[in-house]
């Protein structure tokens, strides 16, 4: 015959729910001998104490001293569930906690780090941090939140930003800066061009797919459902967008597209680009941007793209040849002796672009005479701030636009309408 298990020592204690339980499945074996009246007698149903000590895995003392139901029905206590608090809260209240007094040691330490462009992890900056400061207590994981809070992230590392505090940068971004406010001063109206490309397939990488559906589906499964929306295939026929922004919006007539041979996403548009083409749209673009201005005086902003920047006559630099630095100079009436060497003509080429206010004084683009011609300003963004043209934002919303409509099997035309 079965034997009850022995006295459960070293486990431990019940909680209220396994308590219920057993209770409840002690009512439901006591029910049974009940129901099954004298049948039930010499069998192990007539000893719903030891059947409940078997089916719950307890000793026979722990079921007498839990005892039976004190009504028909007890339910089983819910337990308390965990509370689960977001990232965001626990960084603020790990924040809280330690910013006073660790929030600039721990800053510093990590930046002298990046200064050495050191290779920096949780667990050597916080070993680190320990052996420096014996009352540096953090655990690992409230390292981590305490990191995030004081704004650090793990992502790519984006050493660009140092271009930016480069001085001659500094100078040409203040002096942007400058002259757009003196323009807008002045009342006058700014036009923001720029170029983009399209092409043809043109959709979303992303979406959202079935993951029960496996890669080699039945044919019936196809048939109920799909394998989710195609790839994206990020190549094909491209086309070059130009077009023009005021404060008011697209200038009418200025958006001009440039088909273009087939080419991958990854490829930059500018081999597709050359100053003829944008030098010919400037030329019928302006006077449309002039009714815009209504009077105005007109001021077109535009980057530093090699089309943009076509010199009608460019100044000889180191490599150029001795011929071509006699010449430039004799073209600019600077009088040149016939047994003079190349390193003379190249200080006596120093000292003349000096004089006229160094090389950007000098240089002549053809983009500024085609604007002098209709009494038009060119406005340079500064080096590597595209993001100071506001087209580019109206290139992301269109390009959104095409991403969120456009089919894997879309032609270019289809794109373009």
């Known amino acids: 015959m079965l034997s009850a298990p022995l006295n459960s020592v070293g486990y431990p204690p019940l909680d209220e729910q396994a308590k219920v339980v057993i209770r409840r499945v002690r009512a439901f074996f006591e029910e049974l001998r009940k129901q099954l009246g004298r049948e039930c007698h010499d069998t192990i149903f007539d000893a719903p104490v030891q059947l409940t000590s078997l089916a719950c895995g307890v000793s026979l003392a722990t079921v007498g001293r839990i005892g039976r139901l004190e009504a028909g029905y007890e339910p089983i206590p819910r337990r308390r569930s965990r509370t689960r608090f977001s990232k965001k809260y626990i960084k603020e209240q790990i924040l809280r906690k330690y910013g006073e007094e660790w929030g600039d040691i721990v800053r510093h330490f990590i930046h002298s780090k990046l200064k050495q462009e050191l290779d ?6 916080r070993r680190e941090l320990s052996d420096a400061y014996p009352s540096f207590k953090m655990s690992h994981s409230t390292f981590y939140y305490f990191l995030k809070g004081l704004g650090f992230s793990y992502k790519i590392n984006r050493g660009q930003r140092f271009i930016f505090e480069r001085a001659d940068l500094t100078m040409k971004r203040a002096a942007y800066l400058s002259t757009i406010a003196q323009a807008r001063t002045l009342g006058s109206c700014l036009v923001f061009i720029d170029e983009t490309w399209v092409f043809s397939s043109m959709t979303k990488k992303r979406g959202w797919n079935d993951t ?3 890669r080699f589906a039945s044919a019936s499964m196809m048939e109920e459902y799909s394998c989710g929306k195609s790839a994206a295939k990020n190549k094909g026929r491209r086309a070059i967008v130009i077009g023009a922004i005021t404060d008011e919006g697209v ?3 200025c958006t001009k597209v440039i088909i273009s ?5 990854e490829e930059d548009y500018h081999r ?10 400037l030329r019928d673009s302006i006077p449309k941007m002039q009714h815009v201005a209504a009077g105005r005086p007109l001021a077109v902003v535009m980057d530093n793209a090699p089309y943009h920047s076509r010199q009608l006559e460019k100044i000889p630099t180191k490599s150029s040849t001795k011929a071509a630095i006699e010449d430039y100079l004799r073209s600019k009436g600077v009088e040149v002796a016939q047994n003079s060497s190349k390193a003379d003509l190249l200080e006596e080429l120093q000292s003349f672009v ?5 090389v950007d004084a000098l240089r002549n683009y053809a983009v500024e005479n085609i604007c002098a011609e209709f009494g038009v300003a060119v406005i340079r963004l500064p080096p590597f701030h595209c993001f100071f043209n506001p087209i580019e934002m109206c290139w992301s919303q269109m390009k959104g636009h095409l991403n969120r409509l456009g089919k894997p099997g879309d032609s270019l035309e289809t794109v373009l309408i």
């Open 120 to 125: 920096v992890t949780t667990s050597d900056a």
């Open 212 to 214: 029960t559906i496996p």
């Open 251 to 253: 200038v009418p007539g």
């Open 272 to 281: 597709d680009m050359n100053h003829s083409m944008f030098e010919e749209w």
């Open 261 to 265: 041979g087939r080419a991958s996403i």
């Open 354 to 358: 000096t004089s006229r206010g160094g």
